[in-house]
Protein backbone atom coordinates (compact mmCIF):
# COMPACT_ATOMS: atom_id res chain seq x y z
CA UNK A 1 0.00 0.00 0.00
CA UNK A 2 1.44 3.64 -0.91
CA UNK A 3 2.10 6.05 1.80
CA UNK A 4 3.96 9.27 2.32
CA UNK A 5 7.21 8.05 3.60
CA UNK A 6 11.03 9.21 3.68
CA UNK A 7 14.30 7.56 4.95
CA UNK A 8 16.26 9.47 6.14
CA UNK A 9 20.26 8.54 7.30
CA UNK A 10 21.77 10.31 10.36
CA UNK A 11 24.96 10.35 11.72
CA UNK A 12 26.48 7.19 10.01
CA UNK A 13 29.38 6.16 10.93
CA UNK A 14 31.62 3.15 9.37
CA UNK A 15 34.82 1.02 10.66
CA UNK A 16 36.07 -2.08 9.17
CA UNK A 17 33.83 -4.77 10.67
CA UNK A 18 30.61 -2.67 11.76
CA UNK A 19 28.19 0.07 10.16
CA UNK A 20 26.17 2.11 12.64
CA UNK A 21 23.09 4.68 11.30
CA UNK A 22 20.07 5.96 12.36
CA UNK A 23 17.38 5.91 10.20
CA UNK A 24 13.58 7.71 9.99
CA UNK A 25 10.63 6.97 8.75
CA UNK A 26 7.76 9.05 8.31
CA UNK A 27 4.51 7.47 8.13
CA UNK A 28 1.90 10.46 6.49
CA UNK A 29 -1.45 9.90 6.84
CA UNK A 30 -1.42 8.33 10.37
CA UNK A 31 -4.96 8.11 11.21
CA UNK A 32 -5.75 6.88 7.00
CA UNK A 33 -3.19 3.55 7.69
CA UNK A 34 -5.34 2.85 10.80
CA UNK A 35 -7.38 -0.04 10.22
CA UNK A 36 -5.16 -1.55 7.43
CA UNK A 37 -6.08 -4.79 9.54
CA UNK A 38 -3.52 -7.43 11.95
CA UNK A 39 -0.44 -8.60 9.93
CA UNK A 40 -0.29 -6.16 7.22
CA UNK A 41 2.40 -3.44 7.25
CA UNK A 42 3.57 -0.24 5.38
CA UNK A 43 7.11 -0.68 4.32
CA UNK A 44 9.64 2.21 3.73
CA UNK A 45 12.27 2.86 1.67
CA UNK A 46 15.11 0.23 1.30
CA UNK A 47 18.61 2.23 2.90
CA UNK A 48 22.08 0.45 2.95
CA UNK A 49 23.91 -0.48 6.23
CA UNK A 50 27.31 -1.90 6.03
CA UNK A 51 26.30 -3.39 2.36
CA UNK A 52 23.48 -4.58 2.99
CA UNK A 53 19.88 -3.51 2.33
CA UNK A 54 17.72 -3.17 4.57
CA UNK A 55 14.24 -1.65 5.49
CA UNK A 56 11.34 -1.10 8.21
CA UNK A 57 8.14 -2.74 8.61
CA UNK A 58 5.51 -0.23 9.93
CA UNK A 59 2.11 -2.27 11.18
CA UNK A 60 -0.54 -0.31 12.49
CA UNK A 61 -3.08 -2.36 13.64
CA UNK A 62 -0.44 -4.84 15.30
CA UNK A 63 1.81 -7.66 13.83
CA UNK A 64 -0.81 -10.47 14.72
CA UNK A 65 -4.02 -10.62 17.27
CA UNK A 66 -2.17 -10.81 20.29
CA UNK A 67 -0.46 -7.58 19.71
CA UNK A 68 -3.75 -6.11 18.83
CA UNK A 69 -4.28 -2.27 20.20
CA UNK A 70 -0.39 -2.06 19.71
CA UNK A 71 1.77 -0.30 17.04
CA UNK A 72 4.51 -2.99 16.04
CA UNK A 73 7.66 -2.18 13.95
CA UNK A 74 10.27 -4.57 12.49
CA UNK A 75 13.83 -4.34 10.85
CA UNK A 76 13.73 -6.67 7.65
CA UNK A 77 16.81 -7.42 6.02
CA UNK A 78 16.26 -7.63 2.68
CA UNK A 79 20.12 -9.14 0.87
CA UNK A 80 19.57 -12.68 -0.40
CA UNK A 81 21.72 -15.18 1.35
CA UNK A 82 23.61 -12.15 3.78
CA UNK A 83 24.65 -12.83 7.61
CA UNK A 84 24.75 -9.74 9.87
CA UNK A 85 24.47 -9.32 14.02
CA UNK A 86 22.35 -6.25 14.57
CA UNK A 87 21.83 -4.16 17.49
CA UNK A 88 18.66 -1.87 17.36
CA UNK A 89 17.17 1.08 19.38
CA UNK A 90 13.79 1.77 18.09
CA UNK A 91 12.65 5.97 19.02
CA UNK A 92 9.74 8.40 17.90
CA UNK A 93 10.68 12.10 16.90
CA UNK A 94 8.52 13.97 18.94
CA UNK A 95 7.63 16.62 16.69
CA UNK A 96 7.27 20.07 18.98
CA UNK A 97 10.92 20.09 19.58
CA UNK A 98 12.33 17.09 17.26
CA UNK A 99 13.61 15.52 20.07
CA UNK A 100 14.33 11.96 19.77
CA UNK A 101 12.22 9.39 22.39
CA UNK A 102 13.50 6.23 23.17
CA UNK A 103 10.76 3.81 23.52
CA UNK A 104 12.90 0.59 22.95
CA UNK A 105 16.37 -0.02 23.90
CA UNK A 106 17.78 -3.21 22.32
CA UNK A 107 19.30 -5.69 25.12
CA UNK A 108 21.24 -7.97 22.60
CA UNK A 109 23.15 -8.02 19.09
CA UNK A 110 20.09 -10.42 17.27
CA UNK A 111 21.44 -12.79 14.09
CA UNK A 112 19.95 -11.74 10.88
CA UNK A 113 20.01 -14.68 8.04
CA UNK A 114 18.46 -16.01 5.66
CA UNK A 115 16.23 -18.22 8.10
CA UNK A 116 15.54 -15.36 9.82
CA UNK A 117 15.46 -12.03 7.91
CA UNK A 118 13.36 -9.87 10.40
CA UNK A 119 13.13 -8.73 14.55
CA UNK A 120 11.63 -6.44 15.96
CA UNK A 121 9.01 -4.56 18.95
CA UNK A 122 5.69 -6.23 18.42
CA UNK A 123 4.47 -3.60 21.35
CA UNK A 124 5.80 -0.01 20.09
CA UNK A 125 3.54 1.48 21.34
CA UNK A 126 -0.26 1.73 22.53
CA UNK A 127 -2.59 3.30 20.00
CA UNK A 128 -4.27 5.65 22.66
CA UNK A 129 -5.48 8.62 22.19
CA UNK A 130 -3.06 10.37 24.86
CA UNK A 131 0.15 8.88 23.16
CA UNK A 132 -1.29 9.58 19.65
CA UNK A 133 -1.74 13.10 20.81
CA UNK A 134 1.96 13.49 22.01
CA UNK A 135 3.86 11.37 19.60
CA UNK A 136 1.40 12.60 15.98
CA UNK A 137 1.65 16.10 14.38
CA UNK A 138 0.07 17.30 11.18
CA UNK A 139 -1.19 13.23 11.44
CA UNK A 140 2.39 12.63 10.67
CA UNK A 141 4.69 9.84 12.55
CA UNK A 142 8.20 9.63 12.86
CA UNK A 143 9.65 6.12 14.07
CA UNK A 144 13.68 6.46 14.03
CA UNK A 145 15.63 3.27 14.43
CA UNK A 146 19.14 3.23 15.40
CA UNK A 147 20.99 0.01 13.94
CA UNK A 148 24.59 -1.21 14.50
CA UNK A 149 25.62 -3.88 11.90
CA UNK A 150 28.43 -6.20 12.29
CA UNK A 151 29.30 -8.48 9.74
CA UNK A 152 30.20 -12.11 9.09
CA UNK A 153 30.21 -14.19 12.23
CA UNK A 154 31.78 -13.00 15.45
CA UNK A 155 34.99 -13.95 16.15
CA UNK A 156 35.73 -16.40 19.19
CA UNK A 157 39.23 -17.00 20.31
CA UNK A 158 40.87 -20.00 19.57
CA UNK A 159 43.44 -21.26 21.39
CA UNK A 160 46.66 -22.49 19.28
CA UNK A 161 46.51 -26.17 18.94
CA UNK A 162 48.01 -28.14 21.43
CA UNK A 163 48.18 -31.69 19.66
CA UNK A 164 51.90 -32.01 19.54
CA UNK A 165 52.37 -31.07 23.14
CA UNK A 166 49.77 -33.44 23.91
CA UNK A 167 51.66 -36.43 22.11
CA UNK A 168 54.93 -35.55 23.36
CA UNK A 169 53.30 -36.01 26.94
CA UNK A 170 51.86 -39.01 25.81
CA UNK A 171 55.69 -40.57 24.62
CA UNK A 172 57.16 -39.66 28.13
CA UNK A 173 53.88 -40.54 30.02
CA UNK A 174 54.17 -44.49 28.20
CA UNK A 175 50.45 -44.43 28.77
CA UNK A 176 48.80 -47.36 26.41
CA UNK A 177 52.29 -48.68 25.35
CA UNK A 178 52.13 -51.87 23.52
CA UNK A 179 56.13 -52.20 22.68
CA UNK A 180 58.92 -51.43 23.92
CA UNK A 181 62.36 -50.81 22.37
CA UNK A 182 65.41 -51.97 24.15
CA UNK A 183 68.37 -49.72 22.89
CA UNK A 184 71.86 -50.77 24.89
CA UNK A 185 70.45 -51.61 28.52
CA UNK A 186 67.87 -48.70 28.04
CA UNK A 187 64.38 -49.22 27.52
CA UNK A 188 61.58 -47.10 25.26
CA UNK A 189 57.76 -47.67 25.51
CA UNK A 190 56.21 -46.49 22.22
CA UNK A 191 52.47 -46.75 20.65
CA UNK A 192 52.94 -49.58 17.61
CA UNK A 193 49.96 -47.41 15.86
CA UNK A 194 51.41 -44.53 15.83
CA UNK A 195 54.83 -45.87 14.72
CA UNK A 196 52.71 -47.36 11.76
CA UNK A 197 51.64 -44.46 10.70
CA UNK A 198 54.67 -42.19 10.67
CA UNK A 199 56.89 -44.89 9.26
CA UNK A 200 55.93 -47.55 6.30
CA UNK A 201 59.15 -49.70 7.72
CA UNK A 202 57.06 -50.16 11.41
CA UNK A 203 53.95 -50.38 9.06
CA UNK A 204 55.34 -54.04 7.38
CA UNK A 205 57.04 -54.55 11.08
CA UNK A 206 53.90 -55.04 12.99
CA UNK A 207 51.37 -55.44 10.15
CA UNK A 208 52.64 -56.00 7.22
CA UNK A 209 51.93 -60.04 6.00
CA UNK A 210 54.93 -61.15 7.94
CA UNK A 211 54.62 -59.58 11.02
CA UNK A 212 54.91 -60.50 14.42
CA UNK A 213 51.93 -59.69 15.92
CA UNK A 214 52.34 -60.63 19.28
CA UNK A 215 55.90 -58.61 19.32
CA UNK A 216 55.86 -56.89 22.33
CA UNK A 217 59.68 -56.05 22.56
CA UNK A 218 62.17 -55.10 19.46
CA UNK A 219 66.31 -54.69 20.30
CA UNK A 220 67.88 -52.17 18.75
CA UNK A 221 71.52 -53.13 18.38
CA UNK A 222 72.28 -49.87 15.51
CA UNK A 223 71.26 -46.97 17.27
CA UNK A 224 72.87 -45.14 20.70
CA UNK A 225 69.74 -44.68 23.37
CA UNK A 226 69.98 -40.91 23.15
CA UNK A 227 69.72 -40.75 19.19
CA UNK A 228 66.74 -43.49 19.60
CA UNK A 229 65.23 -41.07 22.20
CA UNK A 230 65.50 -38.04 19.98
CA UNK A 231 64.10 -40.64 16.82
CA UNK A 232 61.38 -41.13 19.17
CA UNK A 233 60.54 -37.58 19.70
CA UNK A 234 60.47 -36.56 15.97
CA UNK A 235 58.11 -39.56 15.16
CA UNK A 236 55.47 -38.31 17.83
CA UNK A 237 55.68 -34.77 17.57
CA UNK A 238 57.37 -33.94 14.24
CA UNK A 239 59.92 -32.03 15.61
CA UNK A 240 63.51 -32.10 15.84
CA UNK A 241 64.19 -32.17 19.69
CA UNK A 242 66.10 -29.72 21.38
CA UNK A 243 70.32 -29.84 21.03
CA UNK A 244 70.61 -26.94 23.12
CA UNK A 245 72.94 -28.68 25.07
CA UNK A 246 75.05 -30.03 23.35
CA UNK A 247 78.20 -28.09 21.36
CA UNK A 248 78.37 -27.51 17.29
CA UNK A 249 80.33 -31.28 17.31
CA UNK A 250 78.05 -33.57 18.86
CA UNK A 251 75.19 -31.90 17.59
CA UNK A 252 76.38 -32.23 14.07
CA UNK A 253 76.91 -36.25 15.22
CA UNK A 254 73.49 -36.43 16.70
CA UNK A 255 72.05 -35.04 13.38
CA UNK A 256 74.46 -37.29 11.55
CA UNK A 257 72.70 -40.10 13.50
CA UNK A 258 69.21 -39.48 13.20
CA UNK A 259 69.08 -38.68 9.52
CA UNK A 260 70.61 -42.27 9.13
CA UNK A 261 67.53 -43.54 11.21
CA UNK A 262 65.49 -41.39 9.42
CA UNK A 263 66.68 -43.20 6.08
CA UNK A 264 66.50 -46.33 7.34
CA UNK A 265 63.02 -45.96 9.05
CA UNK A 266 61.48 -44.00 5.51
CA UNK A 267 61.29 -41.12 7.50
CA UNK A 268 61.16 -38.69 4.57
CA UNK A 269 60.00 -35.63 6.22
CA UNK A 270 63.05 -35.93 9.05
CA UNK A 271 65.57 -37.07 6.48
CA UNK A 272 65.06 -33.68 4.78
CA UNK A 273 65.39 -31.45 7.78
CA UNK A 274 68.78 -33.54 9.01
CA UNK A 275 70.04 -32.53 5.54
CA UNK A 276 69.13 -28.57 5.88
CA UNK A 277 70.58 -28.88 9.13
CA UNK A 278 74.06 -30.48 8.09
CA UNK A 279 74.09 -28.18 5.17
CA UNK A 280 74.25 -25.17 7.29
CA UNK A 281 77.04 -26.11 9.30
CA UNK A 282 79.34 -27.75 6.43
CA UNK A 283 82.92 -26.86 6.94
CA UNK A 284 86.42 -27.54 5.16
CA UNK A 285 86.95 -29.97 7.70
CA UNK A 286 83.83 -32.05 7.79
CA UNK A 287 82.51 -31.75 3.92
CA UNK A 288 84.79 -34.94 3.21
CA UNK A 289 82.92 -37.04 5.99
CA UNK A 290 79.11 -35.25 4.87
CA UNK A 291 79.69 -35.85 1.59
CA UNK A 292 80.09 -40.03 2.12
CA UNK A 293 77.53 -39.89 4.27
CA UNK A 294 75.44 -38.30 1.39
CA UNK A 295 76.21 -40.89 -1.43
CA UNK A 296 75.36 -43.82 1.18
CA UNK A 297 71.94 -42.53 1.81
CA UNK A 298 71.38 -40.87 -1.23
CA UNK A 299 70.76 -36.97 0.44
CA UNK A 300 71.00 -34.88 -2.69
CA UNK A 301 70.49 -31.23 -1.18
CA UNK A 302 73.10 -32.43 1.31
CA UNK A 303 75.36 -33.56 -1.67
CA UNK A 304 75.21 -30.75 -3.36
CA UNK A 305 76.23 -28.45 -0.45
CA UNK A 306 79.32 -31.01 -0.05
CA UNK A 307 80.27 -30.43 -3.76
CA UNK A 308 80.15 -26.66 -3.71
CA UNK A 309 82.14 -26.93 -0.44
CA UNK A 310 84.61 -28.79 -2.12
CA UNK A 311 84.48 -26.43 -5.20
CA UNK A 312 85.38 -23.79 -2.94
CA UNK A 313 88.42 -25.59 -1.21
Not at 274 to 301: F, P, R
Request: aromatic letters at 10%; proline letters at 4%.
Amino acid sequence: MAASQSSISRVPSRCTETAQATVAFEIAGYSLHKGLGRGKYLRSPVFSIGGYDWCIQYYPDGKNEDYEGYVSVFLELLTKNAEATVHYDWMVVEPVRGESIALHYGKEPLPFNSQKSFWGIPKFFKTTVENESFFLRNDCLVIECEVSVTKGTIEVPVPPSDLLDNLATLLEGKKGADVTFKVQGEVFPAHKNLLAMRSAVFDAKFYGPMADKGAQDITIDEMQPAVFKAFLHFIYTDTMPSMDDLDDDDKREMVKHLLVAADKYAMARMKRICEGMLCECLDVETVATILALADQHHCSNLNLCSLRIEWMM
